[in-house]
């Protein structure tokens, strides 16, 4: 016991230190006997049923009280993949005793465990859950729209927008004069139309999957993204496998511009950027200097518009070599358009 004198009450002695004979006494005190009992029949049941999992539960046995409502079904999926470590199917085909979301819902904690479980059975060269631990992932799906009707009737497409699977986007045999790749889906659903052009939803995935299209050599393709490193990542990553890729409303103007609608982004470790134009490289170094990001359903559709038909200006409008050629008309309510907008930047001190 020490002792402290106060002002008011004189002096006080308080105790120092609290000593317990067993962790039984300290759970008793605390009010904690049923925690702990369930915390050792949770160490109980893993080192019974996955042996493996012991260096998890040395370092990292402190995680298991948040984890106890789930722990005996994320022991039980375990114990399935130590006997099971090539299920090739699908999660929710696993004949486990747990509900068929469990393992999306739970890949997180299940990563780590698994990963000490079935140790070198594990697929180190693959990048999602389903691929590292050998269950079928559905195929990877690109949606595409029309932003030409006509185009639409010469390639002989059912639909203006629809989604398909990247290998039969692949095998497609058709000629697209002008492609518009965007990331976001606001985005891509608010694209104005544009004569001969197809828009394709890249949702992060474009620099992975599209160069597989073989008829995309023959296209004319622009790219759009955020302005953040992933976007400037992935804006690289495509040209570098389809070095005739050009982007807008990627350079330094359009983020000198809309800076003030930049929110706080992520750095992107995996990203390189070997392949971006002087412009391009400029905005992405006002953009890493603050991890910015500025989104692109930041840029006022005005703009959007102006950019779109800037960009396909001069390309080829049909096989019959046609070019598109904005009117004087068409020019100058653009340019009223930016000067609003500028305006009405200024005026909200952006």
Known sequence: MGGDRYPKVGKQRWPRRVSFLSIEDLAQTLQLVEQLTLFREALVLARSACPGLEPWLRIRAH???????????????CSYFDANPRPNCFSRQLPIPVGTKF?????????????????????????????????????????????????????????????????????????IPRVLIVENKAVFLCLPEVSNTLAI?????????????????????????????????????????????????????????????????RNDAGARFDHLTASEAEAL?????????????????????????????????????ETIQLTQKQIAARRRALAELAAHDQEIGI
Request: glycine share 8%.
């Open 63 to 77: 995680r298991i009280p948040e984890l106890l409502p789930d722990w005996s079904d994320l022991i039980c999926v």
């Open 103 to 175: 393992i999306e819902e739970h890949a997180g904690i299940l990563s780590e465990l698994l990963a000490l479980v079935l140790g070198d059975r594990v697929n180190d060269k693959g990048v999602c859950f389903e691929e590292r631990f050998h269950l079928r992932l559905e195929p990877a799906q690109v949606r595409f729209r029309f932003l030409d009707a006509g185009l639409r009737e010469q390639t002989r497409w059912p639909v203006m927008d629809c989604a398909v699977s990247i290998d039969d986007l692949a095998n497609l045999t058709w000629k």
């Open 201 to 265: 939803l890249g949702s992060g995935k474009a620099a992975a999957l599209l160069p597989a299209c073989s008829w995309l050599q023959e296209s004319d393709v622009v790219y759009w993204g955020d302005c953040d490193e992933a976007g400037f990542g992935i804006l690289s990553s495509l040209r570098g496998r389809l070095p005739g890729v050009r982007s807008i409303l990627m350079d330094d103007e359009t983020w000198s511009c809309r800076r003030g609608f930049a929110v706080s982004g």
């Open 285 to 321: 170094t006002s953009v890493a200097s603050g991890s910015w990001m500025l989104e692109q359903e930041r840029i006022p559709l005005q703009y959007v518009e102006n950019a779109i038909m800037q960009a396909f200006a001069g390309a080829p409008n049909s096989e019959s070599g």
